[in-house]
């Protein structure tokens, strides 16, 4: 009895998160903290967007039949990156700019432009 060890598993999954500024974004987007940390796990913590892109494959499970009930509602979203040191005003105005040119490039596509109409209704 005194020899007795103790055997661990041995499929025992180590997940390590080299980036805790990844981890705490993904779990601002609304992402459940295991799919936050298993994304940064296959992305190898090389980037947010990566892992951000994997956490929402993973959340959908490859299936598009999870999407049929949802209403649909438009918002536009724009991500700055905060390392290119613009200021305030300058960010603002990339931001509008970039508004703007995504409004004209989708008001000139018959195919978008209900989805544009619903965007305009919600006030988003």
Not at 11 to 37: C, F, H, K
């Amino acid at each position: 009895m005194g020899d007795s060890q103790i055997e661990e598993p041995q499929n025992t999954a180590v997940i390590s998160i080299n980036n805790q500024d990844y981890l705490n974004a993904l779990l601002e987007m609304g992402i459940p903290e295991d799919i936050a940390t298993q994304a940064l796990s296959i992305t190898n913590n090389e980037s947010l967007e990566l892992a951000a892109t994997q956490a929402l494959e993973l959340m959908d499970g490859g299936n598009d039949d999870n999407w049929e009930d949802i209403i649909e509602s438009y918002k536009m979203v724009f991500v700055v990156n905060s390392e290119l040191g613009m200021g305030v005003g300058k960010t603002a105005a990339q931001v509008a700019h970039a508004a703007v040119g995504l409004y004209k490039n989708l008001m000139n596509k018959p195919e978008e432009c209900e989805k544009l109409g619903f965007w305009q209704e919600e006030g988003f």
